[in-house]
């Protein structure tokens, strides 16, 4: 069973860095895909950047050239570096999990991000 546990959220100024992570336990699938969502109040979950173990990683228009994600495979881990960071960035931070194999999806508890301007 897979689980994963995000850390890093917190209260940041306009213009800051924040960087989350997302760590896996138990036994994921060399082929997958991870994913950051974010969810703001009152609106819809919307991705923010996904990475595929095949080497492809894809980012939402706004948050291209300031939202950097990486991995590290031997520790099961996986961040989202923020840079300067806007106050409609203040959102829940979600990873996902996706074994591209089977389609199984594992969502993280969410992390809380919140720029003030």
């Known amino acids: 069973q897979v689980q994963l546990v995000e850390s890093g959220g917190g209260l940041v100024q306009a213009g800051g860095s924040l960087r989350l992570s997302c760590a896996a336990s138990?036994?994921?699938?060399?082929?997958?895909?991870f994913g950051w969502y974010r969810q703001a109040p009152g609106k819809l979950r919307e991705l923010v950047a996904v990475?595929?173990?095949?080497?492809?990683?894809n980012y939402a228009d706004s948050v291209k050239g300031r939202f950097t994600s990486s991995r590290d495979n031997a520790k099961k881990t996986v961040f989202l570096q923020m840079n300067s960071l806007k106050a409609e960035d203040t959102a829940d931070y979600y990873c996902?999990?996706?074994?591209?194999?089977?389609?199984?999806?594992?969502w993280g508890q969410g992390t809380l991000v919140t720029v003030s301007s």
């Open positions: 996902k999990y996706t074994d591209l194999n089977t389609g199984l999806e594992v």
């Open positions: 990475m595929s173990s095949r080497g492809s990683t």
């Open positions: 138990g036994t994921t699938n060399s082929a997958n895909a």
